[in-house]
């Protein structure tokens, strides 16, 4: 009875080392499962949420003079960056890459681009944003370049900078490396220029997706479902966010040093009526249908766009003022900045003092030149003109007349 009643004592004993053992260890196996459980629930919940469907355009034909097209294998984005007052922060971008494409491609609209006339108003991308959204958006620009879009992306800066703050700080190199929170992201974005708004905000992108990937969800998976709650809001688009292949697709778009970047500036009026849009365009907008090179042909500068406007605008130079070689002298200054002098003599009075620009008022481009040649010569008067312009029986877009002061 002695020894089996101690032998009964002995398997009793356990020793505390190992019960500290077992208990950590059953405290792994518990936290084990709800780390497991939580990355699970996380990757269903990205499953469920982050499908093709967030949205949905609805038209895809454009009613131009062709189908739209982009060639085989190219994938053909629409990037659109929207303010939440229904604003368009940035000109949309047609990015294409793959395919024939050996360099991905950036083409940039602008906002202020006309794409249609009713009655006197004239509707721009950016009205077309306002009053239909993306859906419209996308169809004018299908309609307007007949290129073919398979995807929209539409971001809203304020509710990324959330996002990323869900996300701590993670490091952005552009090209020094730094550490990028929400109120940084803004902060950069909102001192940048158009263009170079939208290059930031793919920069930011692709750094986020160098940040999110598989391990740091396993690492994160709290976080990861907050993100998860959060996409929708930031970002809105027909590619599928599962598995994060839109973020892999702005990767792989960063990942490529020599992105080219095409934009197309617009000539504006200083009320902002748009003067003159770069037929080039049309070439940058065939070389996406195509796939084709984008040749220096297919760019164009604002002031090459200007120097075509002066070129189109008949200017006379009149001596008002009796001044000999007056006008001769006038003529050649204006002849260096670049403007059209298709006649120069005198005036049929030779009384003026201050020098007066006439001008067509119902023509922009003429309002545009005499404006220009008035804060050349500066001390002007401007007079605009309702009846047909002028200078020795024939009619011009503007007029100088020059006066005595313009000798000084």
Known sequence: ???????????????????????????????????????????????????????????????????????????????????????LQAPPAIVQYGGPRTRPVVVTIPRELTVAAVDDDRITIGDVYADTGVVGLRQTVIDFTEVAIDDVVVVTPRNLAKLIDLIGEFTHCDPAC???????????????????RLEY?????????????????????????????????AVETTVSLRGGTLLRTFAAIREVDDTQWVSTPLLRAPDGTVLAAPEPSMLQFAALREGTVFSDSATVTVE???????????????????????????????????????ASGNASRFDAQQTEVQFRA?????VYIAEEIAEHLGDVVLRPQTDTVMFERESVDVLVLLGAKAAA
Do not use: C
């Open 362 to 366: 119902d023509d922009p481009r003429a």
């Open 201 to 233: 905000l793919g920069a930011v992108l692709g750094s986020v997706a160098d940040t999110i990937d598989r391990n740091w969800v396993m690492r994160h998976p709290r976080r990861a479902w907050r993100i998860v709650a959060a996409v929708p809001d």
């Open 178 to 196: 730094v550490l990028v929170d929400g109120a940084g992201f803004l902060a950069a974005y909102g001192v940048r220029d158009d263009n170079a």
């Open 1 to 87: 009875m002695f020894a089996l009643s101690s032998f009964s004592m002995t398997r009793r004993r356990i020793p505390t080392w190992l019960r500290i053992i077992a208990v950590m260890g059953a405290l792994l196996v518990v936290a084990t499962l709800l780390w497991a459980t939580m990355v699970a629930a996380t990757y269903g919940a990205a499953w469920l949420r982050l499908g093709p469907d967030l949205l949905t355009p609805s038209a895809t034909v454009a009613v131009g003079t062709q189908e739209p097209r982009t060639p085989e294998g190219t994938h053909t984005l629409l990037i659109v960056v929207g303010g939440s007052d229904a604003t």
């Open 304 to 342: 090459e766009l200007l120097q075509e406007l002066r070129d189109e605008v008949a200017v006379a130079v009149a001596n008002a003022a009796g001044i000999q070689g007056l006008a001769a002298k006038v003529t050649e200054q204006l002849q260096q900045f670049g403007y059209q002098i298709v």
